[in-house]
């Protein structure tokens, strides 16, 4: 029996497992609130829960041994992390925090790792989301070598945008320039492009998108590959759902 909370759920990776497959591992999937800045995996600490974000938006930092920080990828409703365990990684090497508040469900790994057992679509369901993650973080690379600030600036906000209801958006420059790795001062001046070609109202600690088409217009190449491979790898999972193997029993007996 799926809990009542469940009903609820909101996650793109849970909701595409049936409910009978879901509720073999439901219990074990426990309601959290993400509020801004929560640590969900320190960089090289260990992996203790997953997390399956319903709302909000998170960023996977990469921080070198002198204290270096970037965004290397983010992820909201649309996956779970930290991916590693998936693999039977113990470690987190990034770490992991939200940005944008919300909520969620997390799981524990030991729960975690049995549920990949007993259902091999959701196993196949993480490996999918794991390989789109991977095409986003290569493509950020890219981005970052490829294209101006203000083309990745508008890469960034449409990947924020896309997942969250609405338009609004609320970060900080000072946030933004962490992401994206430059100065404070180049995302304010890239902002004022941005907003001076209407595409976004930007206000403090408050970004509204105005002309969705027209940002995805000007980020070019930089936005696009990573959100059409996901789509590819998810879009139809369910049709393909059939040659996955049975399930063979349950968590809780």
């Given at each position: 029996?799926?809990?009542?909370?469940?009903?609820?759920?909101?996650?793109?990776?849970?909701?595409?497992?049936?409910?009978?497959?879901?509720?073999?591992?439901?219990?074990?999937?426990?309601?959290?609130?993400?509020?801004?800045?929560?640590?969900?995996?320190?960089?090289?600490?260990?992996?203790?829960?997953?997390?399956?974000?319903?709302?909000?938006?998170?960023?996977?930092?990469?921080?070198?041994?002198?204290?270096?920080?970037?965004e290397a990828g983010l992820f909201g409703?649309?996956?779970?992390?930290?991916?590693?365990?998936?693999?039977?990684?113990?470690?987190?090497?990034?770490?992991?925090?939200?940005?944008?508040?919300?909520?969620?469900?997390?799981?524990?790994?030991?729960?975690?790792?049995?549920?990949?057992?007993?259902?091999?679509?959701?196993?196949?369901?993480l490996a999918c989301y794991a390989q789109?993650?991977?095409?986003?973080?290569?493509?950020?690379?890219?981005?970052?070598?490829?294209?101006?600030?203000?083309?990745?600036?508008?890469?960034?906000?449409?990947?924020?945008?896309?997942?969250?209801?609405?338009?609004?958006?609320?970060?900080?420059?000072?946030?933004?320039?962490?992401?994206?790795?430059?100065?404070?001062?180049?995302?304010?001046?890239?902002?004022?492009?941005?907003?001076?070609?209407?595409?976004?109202?930007?206000?403090?600690?408050?970004?509204?998108?105005?002309?969705?088409?027209?940002?995805?217009?000007?980020?070019?190449?930089?936005?696009?590959?990573?959100?059409?491979?996901?789509?590819?790898?998810?879009?139809?999972?369910?049709?393909?759902?059939?040659?996955?193997?049975?399930?063979?029993?349950?968590?809780?007996?």
């Open positions: 029996m799926v809990p009542e909370h469940m009903f609820s759920i909101q996650n793109d990776l849970l909701r595409r497992l049936p409910p009978e497959e879901l509720s073999l591992f439901s219990a074990h999937l426990k309601p959290i609130d993400l509020p801004k800045d929560f640590l969900i995996a320190p960089a090289g600490g260990s992996i203790e829960q997953i997390y399956f974000p319903d709302r909000g938006i998170a960023s996977i930092v990469a921080i070198s041994p002198e204290g270096n920080k970037a409703r649309d996956g779970f992390s930290p991916v590693q365990a998936a693999v039977g990684s113990d470690v987190s090497p990034h770490e992991i925090v939200m940005q944008v508040a919300g909520k969620g469900h997390r799981i524990s790994v030991a729960a975690f790792r049995e549920a990949m057992d007993i259902s091999p679509l959701f196993a196949h369901i789109a993650l991977a095409t986003q973080v290569t493509f950020t690379a890219l981005s970052n070598a490829a294209h101006n600030i203000d083309e990745r600036l508008a890469r960034w906000l449409l990947m924020c945008h896309d997942r969250i209801d609405g338009n609004e958006l609320h970060l900080t420059h000072e946030y933004i320039s962490l992401m994206l790795a430059v100065r404070r001062p180049s995302v304010t001046t890239s902002l004022h492009v941005l907003e001076g070609n209407h595409f976004i109202r930007s206000e403090r600690g408050r970004i509204v998108i105005r002309n969705r088409a027209a940002l995805e217009e000007f980020a070019r190449d930089a936005y696009g590959k990573p959100e059409e491979e996901y789509e590819r790898l998810l879009g139809e999972l369910r049709e393909d759902a059939s040659n996955i193997v049975p399930l063979t029993g349950s968590l809780d007996g």
